[in-house]
């Protein structure tokens, strides 16, 4: 199994800057796939950004591409969330996720273990 601690989050004015970090133990973190995913107030859980074991293969929804930037340093056990030009409906708990496959995926059911989020509000 892996834990996974999500940080980072907070108050950010709209077109600001803000790094989340998921840190990961108990297994080797370099063999899990692991994506963002987000919620707001009563909307559904959301994608927002995955990436393979290697770094190779990154998603990213299309309201974040260009502004968000996912990556990870298996030797620290750490993936990251860079948010760039943040907007006000960026406004959500977002949560890192892992999944025991190579693979990232954009589909929340094929992640095995969850982080238990961390708040990022944009106000305007």
């Known amino acids: 199994q892996v834990q996974l601690v999500e940080s980072g989050g907070g108050l950010v004015q709209a077109g600001g800057s803000l790094r989340l970090s998921c840190a990961a133990s108990?297994?080797?973190?370099?063999?899990?796939?692991m994506g963002w995913f987000r919620q707001a107030p009563g909307k559904e859980r959301e994608f927002v950004a995955a990436?393979?074991?290697?770094?190779?293969?990154?998603y990213y929804a299309d309201s974040v591409k260009g502004r968000f930037t996912i990556s990870r340093d298996n030797a620290k056990n750490t993936g990251y969330l860079q948010m760039n030009r943040v907007k006000p409906e960026d406004t959500a708990v977002y949560y890192c996720?892992?999944?025991?496959?190579?693979?990232?995926?954009?589909?929340?059911?094929?992640?095995?273990?969850w982080g238990q989020g961390t708040q990022v509000t944009v106000s305007s």
């Open positions: 108990g297994r080797t973190f370099s063999s899990y796939a």
């Open positions: 996720a892992a999944r025991s496959t190579y693979s990232s995926s954009s589909y929340s059911k094929e992640y095995d273990y």
């Open positions: 990436i393979s074991w290697t770094s190779r293969t990154i």
